[in-house]
């Protein structure tokens, strides 16, 4: 049985034949998303569901499309990457394409494409966290995706480090997690401190001791260490899956969030966690949406 998995990015849309009983992508097939209103996102996923699908057994098969952003059934709530909310999209684009749609979160599509066929293959229960632009988690507990009550659980990014006040974030409040270790804002922070480049840039400052690139750099990585140790603790996962842009390119948080982990967290919660990076890259939300449309 083949699959149809979409991934809508901030800059690029991609959609694949997804193999769902081995997760291994059929094709792939990629495309700029140059007009992000709703019809504009809806022609593009069109056309590459129809470039991606011909040749292979998939007519009237549903689709799973992945967003960054907060999602209510067939309405994105909130995609920050595309400036949309409240958006009644999966009905329409069910329409248009003459199938099911399933419309999921870029992060549970990750994680739940990262159980079927990369990092967390065969576990029950597995913390997802991304760290690239934003940051992002899923949880799967006793092999179901976890949801909560309106759909919006697993907001990782969103923590708070502080009891007052902090730093802006994106979404509106202060002091959350994304604000401090998000990419984009880990970016604008060092620019804000006078230090130039990338999180990995700073990784290497902070490594070599510079002070002010160390002060940034520990408040950050510190605090996403310990709230992820914190969610372990909570959680009990048998896997913690690590990725996103940032955590590849920056080892040293790795290392990092594997200490802090193997420290701080209860010693029951811990005693057969497998802590891995993501094996999938840039696939998992492409295998996952397509996974979960059926699922
Ligand atoms: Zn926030």
Redesign the pocket.
Known sequence: MLGLGVDIGGTNARAAVVDQSTGQLVVAVKEALVDRSPTGVASVVASLVERAGRGHPVAGAPVGVGFAGMLRGDVVVNAPNLGWRDVDFGGPLAQRLGRPVRLVNDLSAAAWGELKGGAARGASDSFTCFVGTGVGSAIIAGGRLLSGATGVAGEF??VKLVAEGGRA?????LG?L??YVGGAKLTEWMAESGLSGTPSDLEKLALEGEAVAKGLYDFAVGHLALAIANQVTVLNPDVLVLGGGVLMRCPGMVRRITDVVMERTSVAARQHLRIRLAELGDDSGLVGAALLAVG
């Open positions: 990014g969103h974030c994106g979404c509106g409040q959350c994304e604000a």
